[in-house]
């Protein structure tokens, strides 16, 4: 009886708690309600701000004329400077990045164009560095992507130029050989490959369609978990993702955005072998821009005899002689003439930086070919 009593007074107790918890909860709430009340009020004044500076700019202007990586690299170092938690920084990062892009496109949206189609690894590199509020275009190939840039049809392009598991995707190096673009920025995206398709397990998996890279990229996992099955190349990860949705026994492997995109469901998550695996794109665009503080410039160099002994390090001395990080150095055939190469340089600091512009120009001197294809905010997080 004693402990029936006892049992009894608990759950009165729990019953008057109630109503103390819940005006409690009502109180959190009203304060949440008038916190976003006044970041409302703040984006809706930023976006004010933002509109000003486009006018005094230009008022007969593209949004294109006011898009500055620059600056926005900058106001993005803020935010992480700042971030003391309980959001990650990935999240505050991508809350600024949403945020910039919507009061950039109040007039009209930035045209980016990418390699497509829908649901590729590149359109995700497109609205981590962009955010949601551009005009994203899907293209079939690297050289389209170039070509809408180059004709003004595109305001900026994104495409693929190399793989910390697979190395350089050469294409996009070979393009700008030929092409005027610069590079005005880079994203570095970790990838994550899901194996998807319309099938509920993976015995019913007869061929998994991807591309040549993810294929690669997960070859330890499919020897391991279905080695038998055949697996068969395709231009791109979301043209495997649409014949898993339209193949009876045919499965993908992509990124969980072409699952969502193409209706499949996911077999398997994150299926890479290698957990660092990330993919760096670039930005491409018509215009040079402004040191950012923390960057990065490409530039192609050719000595002309690059079998002669010494030509190459003729090349970098002056780089080594300023004391400027070679980050990447890439060699590739010039076109001109047969066992000619060009080589590609990526390096620490913005060309404008002092030591960096003088030893540019000392290692011109001494080039045959030389051409700065950028210098541009490196890629955050």
């Known amino acids: 009886m004693a402990g029936r009593k006892t049992a009894g007074k608990s759950k009165a107790g729990a019953k008057r708690s109630a109503p103390g918890k819940s005006i409690a909860l009502e109180g ?41 990586p620059e600056r926005e690299a ?51 590199a497109v609205l981590k560095h962009f955010g949601h509020s551009v005009r994203a275009l899907a293209l079939a190939s690297i050289d389209e992507v170039f070509h809408e840039v180059e004709a003004g049809s595109a305001d900026f392009g994104v ?26 920025g880079e994203v570095e995206l970790r990838i994550h490959h899901f194996l998807m398709g319309r099938m509920d397990n993976l015995r019913k998996v007869k061929r998994i369609c991807s591309h040549p890279q993810s294929l690669a990229q997960c070859r330890d996992w499919l020897r391991e978990h279905l080695p038998d099955v ?30 969502e995109v193409y209706g499949l469901g996911i077999l398997a998550a994150q299926i890479e072998d290698r957990p660092d695996n990330t993919t760096r794109f670039l930005v ?21 005899q690059t079998d002669a002994p010494g ?23 010039s076109g001109r003439r047969k066992w000619d190469y060009v080589f590609f340089l990526d390096i620490e600091g913005h060309a404008e930086d002092a030591g960096i512009a003088k030893a540019l120009a000392s290692l011109k001197k001494r080039a045959s070919l030389f051409r700065v294809l950028g210098a541009y905010p490196r890629a955050i997080l």
């Open 159 to 184: 495409v693929p130029i190399e793989n910390s598991s697979e190395g350089t995707v050469n294409y996009t190096l070979d393009r700008f050989l030929s092409s005027p673009l610069h590079i005005c």
């Open 311 to 333: 030509a190459l390090y003729r090349l970098l001395e002056p780089l080594a002689r300023h004391r400027i990080n070679v980050t990447r150095i890439e060699s590739r055939p």
């Open 28 to 68: 959190v709430r009203r304060r949440i309600d008038a916190i976003d009340a006044r970041i409302h009020a703040l984006i809706n004044e930023r976006a004010g701000l933002a509109q000003q500076v486009g006018i005094s700019k230009h008022k007969d202007g593209h949004t294109v004329d006011f898009y500055r």
């Open 74 to 124: 900058q106001v993005l170092r803020l935010a992480l400077e700042r971030n003391k938690g309980p959001l990650r920084d990935e999240e505050v990062l991508r809350l600024f990045r949403e945020i910039m892009s919507a009061c950039l496109a109040q007039q009209e949206p930035l045209k980016v164009a990418f390699l497509g189609p829908e649901g590729t690894f590149t359109q995700s």
């Open 284 to 304: 491409i665009g018509r215009k040079l821009f402004a040191p950012s503080g923390v960057d990065r410039t490409s530039f192609i160099v050719s000595g002309g």
């Open 230 to 259: 055949e697996l068969v190349p395709v231009a791109s990860n979301a043209e495997g993702a649409r014949r898993a949705r339209d193949e009876l026994g045919t499965a993908a492997i992509a990124g969980d955005t072409a699952a």
